[in-house]
Every structure is written in structure tokens, then in C-alpha cells.
């Protein structure tokens, strides 16, 4: 099928929904896949996640790695059929107002909208860690440097998310393909200086002391599935993607799958390549510069940290574009305040004001947020909750007969024990993640930090939909439904 066919297709489709084509389709699997894996960021989650995995579950801690992949993939499946069903703009907003009704769209886009808003300063951090490493002695690794370098970024990334979405995936599409190649390239060194048997993989150095092993690697698995969630903003750019009923089904479950297997097999190699393990778990901050440096020299090192550099940039990239995605889709349905404004589309087809509006919420985390491994629980927490209310209203859209139309990716009798599955799945690893625990969820005040931020966010959420939008609620239009009103924005 030809490009315009299959966007005229697309766009058919999409006024089944009531709403009328304004963005762009610029977007292909490719490019798609390649955002859904900046999101996750491999390399940002290598350099920010890994010496902290060690330190809590030894060497190990790799095979939560797989344990993580398998179920999230089964989160995968059911998102690519929600993405075939629904390819609107904002994911899985949609699929939640489509499924559950207005009110559950709104919690489950605020609770994203949150999350995702948090990535920002871990990119920043990132960054931090990297020019420090390239400019040891001019560039300080401190929280005040990471908080200029974290404004400094998303000042940058959102001048290049107003240019147009096809300057944007190209970029992005150079970036993670250069992080990919170096992530493998690095791994395949790395085996090339290899100081501990492969039994070390089965090794946890101690790490749970008099009790048992579980206790540890629940704090990893809390820790390593924030490498493996966000692949579903493949489905964010819908109507922004070519072939938008199979193209982001498609990316979604490669995207998961890519990640995992890059991160897994840097890791391992990483693991197999540390001269020092017993020092390696007393310093976990540096296990990566270190191992580096020991094995490939220091212009190897910073080669790794270069290419570093360029891959977190592309994570900011398309974190940034997820945010707006997601506010432009609900402001669409008029559910954030100045809703008429941010769905504007400048001439060049952005809409720039939700463009400048999403990097000033951006930086509002960097104000408060102080402990690393707290705000990675908290996007962990934050973004399964979305996760938890799409697949509990799946399920009772499912025991009421869903779906009645057809989809080109579908799961037939396999879509209501997925959904069962990916329920408890999510249900375990949110408590997991939300554990009062001083490694992931401290009390910084009365209560553990997680709890307080999820009160804080349900609280102001339940005031501006009793307040504000349960009075316009409408029933969302179904594909094929008669009667529509044609969106041409908020309303």
C-alpha cells in the first residue's frame, strides 16, 4: 500500500473517532520503535540504574532482566491491541478514556503526565555524570550543576521539538542508533576482557547478609523495570504515524524487546569484565567508568561516555515529545486548563504553545526532587498506576463483550488471560516500587515519599474533575458511531 493511501486510510479512520486530521503523518515503525526505545533509555538507565542494581542484588541482579521482560511483554501484547484499536494521539490517556470513560482517562493521563514529568532531572543527571566524565576538574558532579545542565536541556530539546516531528524522529533516529551500536560495541570489547567466570552471574556477593536473597532482588526488580516501561509511547504519536492501526502495535513490542536485550547483554559483559567485584560492590557509583577505563583503555572510556552523551540527548528528546503528546491529546478533550490554547498548531503544523508549556512543567520536578533512587521509584510507581487502571478497565470492558469491531492486531481468545496476567503483574510491581523502604521509598516527611506523591496527585486530580470537568464529561465516540462531532480542537 502507498504512503498516501495508507494516510488517507488512517485519517478515514480517524474521523470514525469524531476527530478531523491536523498533525503530520511524518512517522514509520522505525522511526517509531526508535522513540518507544529513547523513552526507556538503555544507556541512561545503564549509567544511572547498574551500580545501584549491583550494589542491592550482586551479580545476580541480571536475571531480573528477563523475569521483567516476560511479563511486560504481556503488557506489550494488550497495548499493541489498544494502539490498533485506538491510534489517537496521547496512547494510553486514550485507550483508558475509550475503555473506562472520561473520568478514568483523566486519572490515567495525569498519573503518566506525572510520571513522565520526572524523567527530565534523571536525564539531567545523566548528563551531569557524563560531561563530568569527559571534563573531570571543569565540570562538577553536584546537584546545582545538574539542575543548570537539566534547564540547559530542556531549553535546547524544546527549540528542536518546534522545528517540525520529522526533523525531531530524524535526530532521534540518529541518536538511539548510535547508542544501540556503541551499547553492542562496548559489550562485544568488554567480552574481549573477560576476569570472572561465567558463575558469577549466579553470584549475589553477599549482598543479602542473614537474610534470604528475595528481599534484595525485589529491590532490584523495582529498580530495573524503569529501564522497561514507556514503550508504549509508541502508541503517543498515532496520529503522527504512518499505517497508525499496525505501525505502533508493531514498535511497541519491538521497543521492549530491543531495550531488553541491549541492556542484557551490556550488562552481562559488564559483569564478566569487572578486574575488581569485591571492589566493584564497594563502590557501585564508578562500576562503569571503572570497568571501562580497566579494559578499554581511557580513550575508550570516553568514546563509551561521547556516544553516552548523544544517547541521553535523544532520551530527552523523546521524553519531551511524549509530554506533549500526551497534554495535546488531552487538552484536545479539553481536560487541562488553557486546553484552547495548547492545541494551537503554528504554521509550520507544531503546536508550539503546548510545546513551551510541557518544558516549563518539565523543569518544576528539578525544584524538589533530591534522591535519585526515590525518583526512580516514583516514575516506576507513577506509571504503573496508568498501567493498573488501563488493564482493570479492559477487563471489564472485555466481560461486557469488547471488542465489536475488528483490528488488524488482535488477541482473540488470548486478550482477557493477558490482561488478567498483566494486572497482577503490575499490581506486584507497584507495590514493589511503593515498599516503604529507605532504598526506594523513604520518609523524607511523615509518610513514605511515594505514598505522599501519589495522595498529592489524587487529591488534585479529584478536585479538578469534581470541580471542573465531570460537568462536561461526555461519552467518548466509538469508531463508526453516527452522530459525531468532528474535533477540530478543545472544545
Known sequence: ???????????????????????????????????????????????????????FGGPAFIWAIPLIFVFQFLVALVWAELSSHYPLEGGIYQWAKYLGGEGIGWATGLFYLVAILLVMPAVGLVIN?????????????????????????????????????????????????????????????????VHQPLSVLFTTGGVEGKDAYIVPFLIVVALVITQFVGFETAGTFAEETKNSRTSPARAIMTALAGACLFVFVFDFALILSIPDLAKALKDPEAV?????????????????????FVAVSSTSIATLAAIVRMMYGMARDNQLPGSRYLTRLAGNGEPVT???????????????????????AAITFMILIPYFLVLAALIRKRLGGWPTEDAPFKLGAWGMPLAVIGLIWVGFVAVDAAWPRAATNPNLGSFPILEEAFVVTAVLGALWWFLVLRRRATQP???????????????
Do not use: W
Open 1 to 55: 500500500m502507498s504512503d498516501t493511501r495508507a494516510a488517507q486510510d488512517d485519517d478515514v479512520y480517524l474521523r470514525q473517532f469524531g476527530i478531523e486530521p491536523k498533525l503530520k503523518r511524518a512517522i514509520g515503525f522505525v522511526s517509531s520503535s526508535l522513540f518507544a526505545i529513547a523513552f526507556q533509555g538503555p544507556t541512561t538507565g545503564a549509567l544511572l540504574i547498574t551500580g545501584a542494581t549491583l550494589a
Open 129 to 193: 555524570i557524563v560531561l563530568a566524565g569527559l571534563f573531570p576538574g571543569q565540570i562538577q558532579f553536584n546537584a546545582t550543576t545538574e539542575i543548570v545542565i537539566s534547564f540547559l536541556t530542556i531549553i535546547a530539546t524544546a527549540v528542536i521539538m518546534s522545528t517540525s516531528v520529522r526533523v525531531v524522529a530524524l535526530i532521534n533516529n540518529v541518536g538511539v542508533t548510535l547508542e544501540l551500536i556503541v551499547l553492542g560495541g562496548a559489550a562485544l570489547l568488554l567480552l574481549g576482557h
Open 288 to 308: 562503569i567508568p571503572a570497568t571501562l577505563t580497566a579494559n578499554l583503555g581511557d580513550f575508550g572510556a570516553k568514546a563509551f561516555l561521547v556516544a553516552a
Open 354 to 376: 503546548c510545546i513551551i508549556a510541557a518544558a516549563l512543567l518539565s523543569m518544576v520536578p528539578l525544584l524538589f526532587v533530591q534522591q535519585i533512587p526515590v525518583l526512580i
Open 477 to 491: 465516540v466509538e469508531p463508526g458511531a453516527s452522530g459525531a462531532e468532528v474535533k477540530q480542537g478543545a472544545h
